[in-house]
């Protein structure tokens, strides 16, 4: 779950990480853990922030995109059966 954690800590009051975030204050090992976790995603962040993005890339993606339908997504029946 706190792998899709933001390193800015943009989610520190998002529910969805609540339950996360609470067993990481109560364990030891993933309480030192996470300050090197949150140290690796700032790194990886701030590689793809200097990333240059391709002149006219947007209408490249646009102009691939029209007139395309997503492909229904088939779902087996037991994974529907699971919700």
Not at 44 to 69: C, S
Request: net charge positive; glycine share 4%; proline share 11%.
């Amino acid at each position: 779950m706190l792998a899709a954690y933001r390193p800015n800590g943009a989610d520190a009051t998002d529910p969805t990480f609540r339950d996360a975030l609470e067993h990481v204050a109560r364990c030891p090992s993933c309480s030192a853990a996470m300050p090197h976790l949150r140290a690796f995603d700032q790194a990886v962040a701030r590689q793809m922030q200097a990333v240059p993005i391709p002149a006219g890339l947007h209408d490249r993606i646009q102009a691939g995109l029209t007139g395309r339908r997503p492909k229904p997504v088939r779902w087996p029946l037991w994974a529907v059966a699971a919700t």
